[in-house]
């Protein structure tokens, strides 16, 4: 399963439970990231539109460095036993129900602002204070002014100059107490009970914004904003146990993210839509269709497009179905929701969570700027290019893509471009290819096959989609510029679904993917065979498209031979 969220520079805090998962950029960059139960960190230092989570087939934690500290590695522990004795230790416990301790954490290198600290902890017992100082200059060795609120039997858990936040039971279970830089306390009230386990996350700018759990934001001021981060935990005269789960230092820019994107589908179920009377069928993230004609090929990509978001409004057009009216040769999109759609039974269409019935409540209340799915077939092309000339003024800056685009080209070709200009010709505006030597070719004068490949790398490179629909990919594409396709579709991070008639062109897609013969029965239902090695079918002189037409009536739902 392929997901994504809108990527931005620094840490990106995501609620998913990534067990299985590794991350990309749009350029299919790792990521690092680091994940455990429901909650997924990562590093994103590249500029990209999206953040991908890729399923693999492990199934571990991604566990890369993301944070700029993290417990233990990047912080020592220091222990007082008596009060007094000091010395260097390593445990996993801060305190194990001794007297007249005190243990800190102090962090080997300094942060500064901004930053983001997450801190999981475990209080049981009745032990003294349990204090969390930032932008320390020295370890702590000394008392707030204020120690009177924070009691602390071991007078040595502050570090003159810092911030500090942290509570002592014997003073209150339900306030922090927060001590500024000159030693002073102002307390805060949480109303919970701050000894059990409990997670702190704190955000630090000009400001400290606090919670506990969820309870919060609790903001306070600060003025220092450079320094070490120390824990502390102090037993005093009594007893406690208390120990750090994790302690996690982000220095830079966060975005939390509470909800994921499914880019794509894993599986896709049809009813009662365009001649099929029910079909299902799984899907990868490159993914060939393959059958005869009038097998279904094009009505599943037409499902998919629909599913994937009927708020989308797509290039060249104003609604979903005003381009699949467009693609069919429908004048209007009422009359192609008309044609296809007004049959007995009403149609139904599934893709994992999302369902055919409110789409066209979704395409009437309103459009969503975001291009979902990028539906590509030479019929849609001239209205992609006006597009594209429309948003010329943005898209002309993509330099990169353009280097990469023509790079590729002048591989096959023999003619050499560098690039792509939007001039006057005859009243209006067209676009030029420059070449090598000078010379200025219109793109209406070269082959079709190099048109249509530049305006699709152009349109996914500026829209980003997360699903490729390309239907009879072979039209107009040569070898060389098909060999050039299928190997762009290995290096994006988006599902890739196409149908082919060239049973040679399915087997070089397949191999980085799956290939899925498909066909309608006289009684409605799609039939599908998924195809695990299409070379062999070819070896031996076998078409997978008869042989599914051949397999029976198939009256029984969702037969898979």
């Not at 009403?346 to 975001?370: A, F, H, T």
């Not at 629909?469 to 040569?478: A, R, T």
Request: proline share 3%; net charge negative; with cysteine.
């Amino acid at each position: 399963m392929l997901y994504r969220v809108k990527g931005k520079q620094g840490l990106l805090i995501i609620d998913f439970d990534a067990k299985g998962y590794y991350v990309l950029d749009d350029n299919k960059r790792i990521l690092n990231a680091y994940g455990e139960k429901g909650k997924l960190y990562v590093d994103v230092n590249t500029k990209t539109r999206y953040v991908y989570l890729f399923k693999a087939n492990d199934n571990e934690y991604p566990k890369d460095k993301v944070f700029t500290l993290s417990y233990p590695e990047d912080f020592k522990m220091i222990k007082y036993e008596e009060c007094e004795k000091k010395s260097e230790v390593k445990d996993k416990l801060l305190l194990d129900n001794e007297k007249n301790s005190l243990t800190y954490l102090y962090s080997r290198k300094e942060v500064k602002t901004p930053l983001y600290l997450e801190l999981s902890y475990c209080y049981e017992g009745e032990a003294d204070n349990l204090l969390l100082g930032l932008f320390a200059e020295n370890e702590p060795d000394t008392v707030p002014e204020c120690h009177g609120k924070m009691l602390g039997g071991c007078s040595k858990y502050y570090s003159k100059g810092s911030i500090a936040i942290g509570f002592d039971p014997h003073y209150s279970r339900t306030d922090l107490i927060v001590i500024n830089e000159d030693g002073k306390c102002e307390t805060l009230k949480i109303n919970k009970d701050l000894t059990g386990c409990h997670n702190l996350k704190l955000l630090a700018s000009d400001k400290i914004y606090l919670w506990i759990d969820d309870f919060g934001p609790f903001p306070f001021k600060i003025s220092r904003h450079q320094g070490s981060i120390y824990l502390v935990a102090n037993s005093g005269d009594n007893t406690a146990r208390v120990n750090v789960n994790f302690l996690n230092v982000y220095e830079g820019e966060i975005t939390i993210v509470d909800k994921v994107e499914k880019a794509g589908f894993s599986e896709v179920e049809i009813e009662n839509f365009r001649g099929i009377a029910y079909g299902k069928l799984n899907l990868d993230r490159v993914n060939v269709i393959i059958g005869a004609n009038n097998a279904g090929k094009t009505t599943i990509l037409d499902a998919i497009y629909l599913l994937s978001d009927p708020k989308q409004k797509p290039p060249g057009f104003n609604t979903t179905l005003e381009l699949l009216a467009y693609l069919h040769n429908v004048k209007k999109g009422n009359k192609f929701i008309y044609r296809f759609y007004n049959t007995a039974s009403p149609p139904v269409l599934r893709g994992d969570e999302i369902k055919y019935d409110d789409i066209i409540r979704y395409v009437e209340s309103g459009k969503s700027n975001e291009v979902k799915a990028l539906y590509l077939s030479p019929r849609l092309m001239s209205r992609y290019t006006k597009f594209i000339k429309d948003n010329w003024e943005e898209i002309s800056n993509y330099t990169e893509i353009f280097n990469e685009i023509f790079n590729e080209i002048n591989e096959i070709n023999v003619e050499e471009y560098l690039t792509m200009t939007l001039e006057p010709f005859g009243g209006t505006y067209t676009f030029y290819l420059i070449r090598k030597d000078g010379k200025r070719v219109r793109l209406y004068d070269v082959g079709e096959g190099v048109k249509i490949y530049i305006i699709s790398r152009i349109l996914y490179e500026y829209l980003k989609p997360s699903i490729i629909l390309w239907d009879d990919i072979e039209s107009h594409l040569n070898s060389s510029l098909l060999g050039k396709v299928i190997a762009w579709f290995s290096d994006i991070p988006s599902q890739v679904v196409v149908t082919t008639h060239n049973l040679e062109v399915a087997k070089d897609i397949a191999k980085d993917g799956k290939c899925i013969v498909v066909d309608i029965d006289k009684d409605g239902i799609l039939r599908v065979k998924e195809i695990q090695d299409l070379e062999e079918y070819l070896k031996l002189g076998l078409d997978p498209r008869a042989i599914i037409r051949a397999i029976g009536s198939g009256k029984d739902k969702a037969i898979n031979p």
